[in-house]
């Protein structure tokens, strides 16, 4: 059974830094086309691809709110992925959710259906 589970998150101010973890286990990085991701739901909106990993080929992506700020990164021995959050802005406040999947068309990253495992979500909150 596959299982998620976040941590790192809580309150900073803008222009601060935050890295998430997030512990994997019922599946190895290894599978064919595995994909760990971030997903974040501000206040009031829907819930938004941020960062996107292929664990097979540490292909790595991006949207474009966070790209150049944010960094996502693994590491295999401990079935970990972590999210490196840099010059925080208020903008970044919200729930924070991992997520993994399979799949070969990288394009799907972003899209919440592609998924079906995703982790309790965590906290993030930005104050200006």
């Known amino acids: 059974q596959v299982q998620l589970v976040e941590s790192g998150g809580g309150s900073v101010q803008a222009g601060g830094s935050l890295r998430l973890s997030c512990a994997a286990s019922?599946?190895?990085?290894?599978?064919?086309?595995?994909?760990m991701s971030w997903f974040r739901q501000p206040p009031g909106k829907e819930r938004e691809g941020v960062a996107a990993?292929?664990?097979?080929?540490?292909?790595?992506y991006y949207s474009d709110s966070v790209k150049g700020r944010f960094t996502i990164s693994q590491d295999n021995a401990k079935n970990t992925v972590y999210l490196q959050m840099n010059r925080l802005k208020p903008e970044d406040t919200g729930m924070y959710y991992c997520?993994?999947?399979?799949?070969?068309?990288?394009?799907?990253?972003?899209?919440?259906?592609?998924?079906?495992?995703w982790g309790q979500g965590i906290q993030v909150t930005v104050s200006s």
């Open positions: 997520t993994t999947g399979q799949f070969i068309s990288y394009w799907a990253w972003a899209r919440t259906e592609t998924y079906s495992d």
């Open positions: 019922g599946f190895t990085f290894s599978r064919n086309y595995n994909y």
């Open positions: 990993l292929s664990t097979t080929t540490a292909r790595t």
